[in-house]
């Protein structure tokens, strides 16, 4: 699908880019491909739900989810818990490429085989102090009912 001149500027400006550096963004096929599907994953938002905890410096309990954008380039604060450990964040930033990926290639993100990461914190029974484990998904932003 071809991305219109408008898309283009709107992306030069929005990135910050000059003349020759959006030159050159526009000389990779993949750019186009990606941006020709930004449309689908607007309304789309990737939710990391709290599946266990235990032991969490954070208070992440069983049942809370964190939000991102359908890119998965932005955690919505609005939508999820007010305070979100780095680690945990760090963990599910490690996944949010491969949903997108999935996305773009037109395949059904849910259907991600391996789609639970865990704080890199080993937990009380291995020397740390916590542990939780997070369950990724994608949904439809208005279906989310916020």
Not at 84 to 96: E, G, M, N, Q
Request: include cysteine; charge should be neutral; proline fraction near 3%.
């Amino acid at each position: 699908m071809k991305v219109d001149e408008r898309t283009w500027k709107g992306v030069q400006e929005h990135l910050g880019f000059n003349d020759e550096e959006m030159k050159k963004f526009r000389e990779n096929p993949r750019n186009e491909d990606v941006l020709s599907k930004t449309a689908v994953m607007v309304n789309k938002t990737i939710v990391a739900e709290i599946i266990e905890s235990h032991g969490c410096d954070s208070g992440h309990k069983v049942g809370d989810k964190i939000y991102f954008d359908g890119r998965g380039v932005s955690l919505l604060t609005k939508l999820g818990p007010s305070k979100i450990c780095i680690f945990a964040l760090h963990s599910v930033a490690l996944a949010i490429p491969a949903l997108a990926e999935l996305l773009y290639a037109g395949i059904n993100p849910n259907e991600m085989r391996f789609k639970r990461f865990g704080c890199p914190d080993v937990g009380i029974k291995c020397g740390g102090w916590g542990h939780i484990v997070m369950e990724l998904s994608m949904e439809d932003r208005d279906k989310l009912g916020k």
